[in-house]
């Protein structure tokens, strides 16, 4: 049983940046791989970006060069940094976490890019 607490969300103009934050806690044990997922209106949900535990990331095509995922061991906690932000970036960001036999889902921050 884990929990995921996300937070950093808000309203953004274009071309700005934000910083969401995601802590996991509850019985963590073994390996797992962090993952920011996103939906905005009327699409599906799309995986963004993950960073496995040793640190290897992925990242949508769409948000090359311009986030950066990254985790914190110690803590269980992961960060999307999201730069030069464009309206489509719009939507609810939802933070994961994976491990072999399940995926834990937070509850989601809204994002809008917007002038």
Known sequence: QVQLVESGGGLVQPGGSLRLSCKASGSIF???TFGWYRQAPGKQHELV???THGGRTNYADSVKGRFTISRDNVNNTVSL????????DTAVYYCTAAFTMSVYWGQGTQVTVSS
């Not at 940094?81 to 489509?88: G, P, R, W």
């Open 49 to 51: 970006a993950s960073v």
């Open 81 to 88: 940094q999201m730069n030069s932000l464009k309206a489509e």
């Open 30 to 32: 073994g390996i797992y």
